[in-house]
């Protein structure tokens, strides 16, 4: 039977992790959609990574209170690759679809890149922030359908140069750009990576790297990687990128 699953972050339960309490959306899905009430039992998943067998103690319009009854392995497990997703802001809702896509094939965390050619114009700071509230919102449905009990993070916007300056050394060894020229394939670059449970895979931009760009990563000791002989749009190559991945270094087999 598929589990009935619901999201609360560890905020959301008791300290001695006995009830928790479900608010907003998650509390009106649970009343109106799926018509639950108290003594119903659920699964609620807290993002970062554990899973509890619950129980309906209450549910109002707004709210519901469940008694937590055991905790529980998650329903799916996590791959042992702890995938960072760097990408270049897309348009329209392209970015929303590799939210999406990334979250279900199990990345860990997302990073939204601003490239040279990317054509995104963002008003302002509070413009940026609705963005990545609403990515985190879809990264969280999509790990509620797809069963894993972690929700990747969005991190804030940074520009590409900050996102090179910004990683250690021993991270570089793990980091690797995705481009459509200039590149060796993946597998010519599997011998290099130092460690193969931990990377970073920027991928973008949809008007392409500009030549600063691919220098100034190859300098910074990323690897530049092409995928095969096509052009892909970037959503496309985001989501094959992630699940290249996890076919070579995770549980995607």
């Not at 750009?177 to 670059?189: A, I, K, N, P």
Request: aromatic share 6%.
């Amino acid at each position: 039977m598929t589990r009935r699953r619901f999201y609360a972050p560890p905020g959301a339960f008791d300290n001695k992790q006995e009830t928790v309490t479900l608010i907003a959306d998650e509390a009106r899905h649970l009343r109106e959609v799926l018509r639950l009430k108290a003594g119903d039992e659920v699964f609620v998943f807290d993002g970062a990574g554990k899973e509890f067998h619950c129980r309906i103690a209450e549910s109002r319009r707004d709210t519901a209170q469940l008694a937590v009854l055991a905790e529980v392995s998650p329903a799916k497990p996590e791959s042992p690759l702890q995938l960072t997703l760097a990408l270049a802001l897309l348009k329209g809702e392209k970015f929303d679809l590799v939210v999406q896509k990334a979250t279900e094939l199990g990345v860990v965390r997302i990073v939204p890149v601003i490239t040279k050619h990317a054509d995104i114009r963002l008003r302002d700071e509070s413009d940026a922030a609705k963005r990545v509230t609403r990515w985190q919102r879809i990264a969280m449905e999509a790990a509620k359908q797809s069963g894993r009990a972690v929700v990747p993070e969005i991190a804030k916007l940074i520009t590409f140069a900050s996102l090179i300056e910004s990683t250690s050394e021993t991270e570089r060894r793990n980091c690797l750009m995705f481009s459509e020229r200039d590149g060796q394939s993946l597998l010519q670059t599997k011998g290099r990576l130092a460690d193969t449970k931990q990377m970073t895979a920027l991928v973008g931009s949809e008007g392409g790297w500009s030549e600063e760009e691919v220098a100034a990563a190859r300098a910074a000791g990323w690897a530049v990687v092409t995928l095969g002989g096509r052009t892909l749009r970037a959503e496309t190559a985001a989501i094959a990128v992630v699940a290249l991945l996890q076919h070579i270094f995770g549980d995607l087999i």
